[in-house]
């Protein structure tokens, strides 16, 4: 009896190296994947509309002397830094929480003006053509807002509630970064007012904004911002 040892020829090597199924790559994630989507923006703001309704009698007004009860005489402008987290079931929606800080430049104020805002809230965001280099979204998001006025002549903070429509384009800089500009239409009302100096003199006044002496604002920003995807598809095929 005898046995016989043998190496396999070259082309049954080869034969056997095309028929083993070579490991597929891992997918990276994406802008688009579910996921959490952090984001930060920079923009420029300009104010319309009115802080509080102009009384018949100035002397009641809870708003200081130099301080302009439109909000365009008061504001020229503001710069807004936004920051975001939201989650991101699908491609198409994602939702949760941004805020808003801003540095206001005031308008007619004679020295050692500052100004500054402050905004907190939720958003919905719908975005189409998700997959693709370019893609559209739209936001709608809710929530309190702070303005703060301070001079050598007193100073005045405001506090309320408002809405915001946002809409803007992510252009796909990479597999999970976008950037993009946006346009942002806020409306609003100040519900509290405090204000020091002006009418009433040196002491601090606070006062509740009835529903009858409140007023609609609106803030018209104009910026870009980015994002970044944190996805847990990287081991998906």
């Keep these: 009896m ?3 040892v043998g190496v396999p020829g070259p082309k049954l090597a080869v034969a056997q190296q095309d028929g083993a199924a070579s490991p597929e790559a891992p997918i990276q994630p994406r802008h688009d994947s579910p996921g959490v989507v952090l984001a930060a923006g920079l923009g420029v703001g300009f104010g319309l509309g009115h802080f509080y309704s102009r009384p018949s009698d100035p002397s009641t007004s809870p708003l200081p002397t130099w301080l302009d009860p439109n909000v365009e005489g008061s504001v020229s402008r503001q710069f807004p830094l936004s920051f975001g987290v939201a989650y991101r079931p ?3 929606v994602s939702f949760g ?5 801003a540095k206001v430049s005031a308008a007619g104020c004679s020295s050692n003006c500052n100004g500054g805002a402050l905004s907190l809230g939720s958003e919905l965001r719908f975005h189409f053509r998700a997959g693709d280099s370019l893609s559209p979204w739209i936001g709608l998001g809710f929530g309190y807002e702070f303005l703060h006025f301070d001079n050598d002549q007193g100073s005045a903070s405001l506090g309320g509630y408002g809405i915001d429509l946002r809409q ?5 800089a990479g597999r999970a970064w ?3 500009p946006y346009v942002d239409l806020h409306v609003g009302t100040y519900t509290h007012i405090s ?3 002006g009418f009433r ?3 601090r006044e606070s006062i509740d904004v009835s529903n009858a002496d409140q007023a609609i604002h609106e803030w018209v920003t104009f910026g870009v911002r980015g994002t970044f995807t944190f996805s847990w598809r990287e081991n998906q095929r």
């Design 2 to 4: 005898c046995f016989a």
């Design 90 to 92: 699908i491609p198409l």
């Design 97 to 101: 929480l941004a805020t808003e800080l």
């Design 168 to 172: 803007g384009l992510d252009f796909r």
């Design 178 to 180: 976008t950037y993009g």
């Design 195 to 197: 204000s020091y100096g």
């Design 201 to 203: 003199g040196a002491s």
